[in-house]
């Protein structure tokens, strides 16, 4: 079976073919340059980026690979969710390549693309608890199978990776600058009482950053010295007109964001474990995925957790754990190979809502 992925759901626009769980071929081009100076995804901006990138890259994708539209099976695409504007820019062309092919078309849902993505690298294992934590979303799952995967618990206001984000702004570096929190805090030790644990003096599997962004915000209106004076260009800290002392405290202050952050998600996985998903269940796997995923202090700690509680680890390496089409060809097939499809009148799911499992299932 050969799939196409396609995923538009935010500022990357990625394509992918995928047989048999095996990358075939992949594009990517990102507009994190685009959106840098705004400090955050401007949604009509990247919209019309994916609509003018799209059919160039399709070309792309088939050159590289040596296929036509002939050899695919299955068109898969993110359906949500995401930003409207922009998933309606890969659903249409989507559903104009089934139009003149002899493919099937799967929406996918971007969150379960996501937890799926490590089977691209080592087997999948059900049933599994699942953490998803990226720019726009934290969510708890339980994964019993590719397409029975249900939502334990989620953000109530800003995702994991939000209040990476907006630390980052505060500080005057590049959006999305969780990238830049995780590198300037290396090898820093953290001060475990700077700032609370947010959102775990409770019982629910629930979780919430925005308090921990205002006492950020706190914190940085007291000492401004560590902001940069001048934004760093992408990939440069080394301007920005800081002296190394601060730069010190600065990666002190950024180990103790990034404590409070994992210490948060660790605290309702355990719970999880603890309370829902008990032996009984027979749990076997924590699955960790979405660009926070890439966070070093996250991988230590779920590396931990998982060895602790005697659970396999699927954690998809870097490449894989931000958006990208591979995840979303892996998914199709997925859903595909249960008999799981969508006809035309597929519709996308904006940021916030709930993707409808309103598949047509068809089995040969
Ligand atoms: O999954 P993703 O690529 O896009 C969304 O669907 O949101 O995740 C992007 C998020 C951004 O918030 C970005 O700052 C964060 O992942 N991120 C990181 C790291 N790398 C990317 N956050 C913390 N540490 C990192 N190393
Ligand atoms: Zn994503």
Do not use: W
Not at 48 to 68: N, V
């Amino acid at each position: 079976m050969l799939t196409l992925g396609i995923e538009t759901s935010c500022d990357e626009t990625g394509l992918a073919l995928v047989r048999d769980g095996q990358i075939l071929a992949q594009v990517m081009a990102s507009q994190v340059g685009v959106h840098a100076l705004f400090g955050g995804v401007v949604p009509e901006i990247a919209s019309r980026e994916h609509y003018r990138l799209l059919a160039p890259l399709y070309d792309r994708l088939m050159a590289e690979a040596g296929a036509t539209m002939a050899d695919v099976d299955v068109v898969a695409v993110a359906r949500g969710p995401g930003l409207l504007g922009c998933l309606l820019a890969g659903v249409s062309f989507a559903k104009g390549l089934v139009l003149g092919s002899r493919a099937r078309l799967v929406g996918v849902n971007h969150l379960h693309a996501h937890m799926l993505a490590p089977g691209l690298e080592q087997g999948l294992v059900f049933p599994a608890m699942g953490l998803l934590v990226s720019g726009g979303h934290t969510h708890l799952y339980r994964l019993d199978s590719p397409h029975e995967i249900t939502t334990l618990g989620r953000t109530l206001d800003d995702a994991a990776g939000e209040a990476f984000d907006k630390a980052a702004k505060m500080l005057n570096l590049p959006y999305p600058g969780g990238k830049y929190v995780d590198i300037l805090s290396r090898g820093a030790e953290s001060d475990p009482d700077l700032f609370p644990v947010p959102y775990v003096k409770n019982d629910n599997l629930d979780f919430s950053f925005s308090g921990l962004k205002t006492a950020f915000a706190t914190f940085v209106e007291a000492h401004p010295d560590l902001r940069f004076t001048t934004m760093p260009e992408t990939g440069d800290l080394d301007q920005g007109g800081q002296d190394l002392a601060n730069r010190e405290e600065l990666a002190r202050v950024l180990a103790s964001l990034s404590h409070s952050v994992v210490r948060a998600l660790r605290v309702k996985m355990e719970r999880a474990l603890d309370q829902v998903l008990d032996r009984a269940d027979g749990i076997r796997a924590l699955v960790v995925a979405g660009g926070v995923a890439a966070n070093s202090l996250l991988r230590l700690e779920m590396e931990r957790l998982a060895e602790e509680r005697g659970l396999a680890l699927l954690m998809p390496s870097l490449a894989l754990c931000t958006d990208n089409g591979p995840m979303i060809a892996h998914a199709g097939e997925l859903l595909a190979r249960a008999g799981l499809f969508h006809d035309l009148d597929l519709d996308v799911v904006p940021r916030g809502g709930v993707v409808p499992r309103d598949y047509i299932e068809q089995r040969d």
